[in-house]
């Protein structure tokens, strides 16, 4: 079936780089997302990637994908304080066409100023 | 457009009593998923429509919940009765057939419930 796992919480000091990591149990899956909830909002679209690439860098944000190890993983540099949010990773598998994304539980990630 | 509207943005209800929570999802969107998302089970699917019809009910928690798509631009998810265990956000999210950015959703504000 499909699964998708996430450390649950982060802690990182204000200018240094973040790393939150995911794995995910479909190698189907064929578009992986990261989206960003913000303290009482909804969940938004950060980046993503697709299964054909092995990395995407978007400004501060670097995806890298390890198909081999199903691992996908999201760094952001210069981490400021409004980057505190939880993060979660999203796979959707082509060929399924359900609409669908599995989502992961969700990273909290702190900046401590 | 607005984006997902959802109302109200806040809950608070007795134990017992009827909850209804709505949604309106983006023009021309023929997704719609109600997700709910607590600190002890992170974010959970509850149900999504396709063209007003549901798909997939299996998350639904037990018979007290039920949604409604009557038609493309309103959606329901009523809780009767509800209980202080249904205490949580809820989120509606809508995707479209065909985007440019496979199965990409956009979420709602979200409403928080609160059952005493």
């Known amino acids: 079936g499909e699964d998708v796992e996430q450390s649950l919480f982060l802690s990182v000091r204000e200018g240094d780089s973040s790393v939150i990591n995911c794995t995910y149990t479909?190698?189907?899956?064929?578009?992986l997302y990261w989206y960003k909830q913000e303290p009482g909002a909804g969940l938004q679209l950060l980046t993503y990637?697709?299964?054909?690439?092995d990395m995407k860098q978007d400004q501060r944000l670097t995806v890298l994908l390890n198909k081999k190890d199903k691992h996908l993983s999201l760094r952001i540099a210069d981490t400021q304080t409004g980057d505190s949010a939880i993060y979660f990773c999203?796979?959707?598998?082509?060929?399924?066409?359900?609409?669908?994304?599995?989502f992961g539980q969700g990273t909290t990630l702190q900046v401590k100023p | 457009d607005a984006g997902v509207i959802q109302s109200p943005r806040h809950e608070v209800t007795e134990m017992g009593q009827e909850v209804t929570l709505r949604c309106k999802p983006i023009?021309?969107?023929?997704?719609l998923f109600w997700y709910r998302q607590t600190m002890m089970r992170g974010l959970e699917l509850l149900i999504y429509?396709?063209?007003?019809?549901?798909?997939?009910d299996s998350g639904m928690p037990e018979d007290r919940f039920s949604a409604k798509m009557p038609n493309a631009s309103f959606s329901t998810l009523k809780i009767q009765p509800s209980e202080p265990r249904d205490s949580a956000v809820y989120f509606c999210a809508s995707s479209v057939t065909g985007a440019a950015l496979y199965n990409e959703q956009f979420f709602g504000p979200g409403t928080r419930l609160t059952v005493l």
């Open positions: 990637i697709f299964s054909n690439m």
């Open positions: 429509f396709n063209n007003n019809v549901p798909i997939d």
């Open positions: 999203a796979g959707a598998r082509f060929s399924s066409n359900t609409g669908k994304l599995i």
């Open positions: 479909d190698s189907s899956s064929t578009y």
């Open positions: 023009s021309g969107h023929d997704y």
